[in-house]
């Protein structure tokens, strides 16, 4: 089994900065892609941005030029640093990673809230 943990969610001004972490733990053989989504209240979760094995990153347009994604593959850690918060943003983020080598698995974290007040 997987276990992961976020940390790093608040409350903030627009304009503001956070920085989301999510550690995995337990039986790791590989991580492969690690990515963060989102959940607005009364909206569907969607994808905010992932990374791959290889650092290749992907965004939603909404979050291009002010969130970053990063990972510590000797931490088993998956980073995303938010700046230019705006009240749209506001949401529950989750972490979401993919372990295995053959068969793949998918593990969430148990989501950290986002506010930004305008």
């Known amino acids: 089994q997987v276990q992961l943990v976020e940390s790093g969610g608040g409350l903030v001004q627009a304009g503001g900065s956070l920085r989301l972490s999510c550690a995995a733990s337990g039986s790791i053989l590989r991580l492969n892609v690690m990515a963060w989504y989102r959940q607005a209240p009364g909206k569907q979760r969607e994808l905010v941005a992932n990374i791959n094995s290889w650092e290749g990153t992907n965004y939603a347009d909404s979050v291009k030029g002010r969130f970053t994604i990063s990972r510590d593959n000797a931490k088993n850690t998956v980073y995303l640093q938010m700046n230019g918060l705006k009240p749209e943003d506001t949401g529950v983020y989750y972490c979401?990673?993919?372990?295995?080598?053959?068969?793949?698995?998918?593990?969430w974290g148990q989501g950290t809230q986002v506010t930004v007040s305008s």
């Open positions: 979401k990673i993919s372990v295995g080598t053959v068969i793949l698995r998918d593990y």
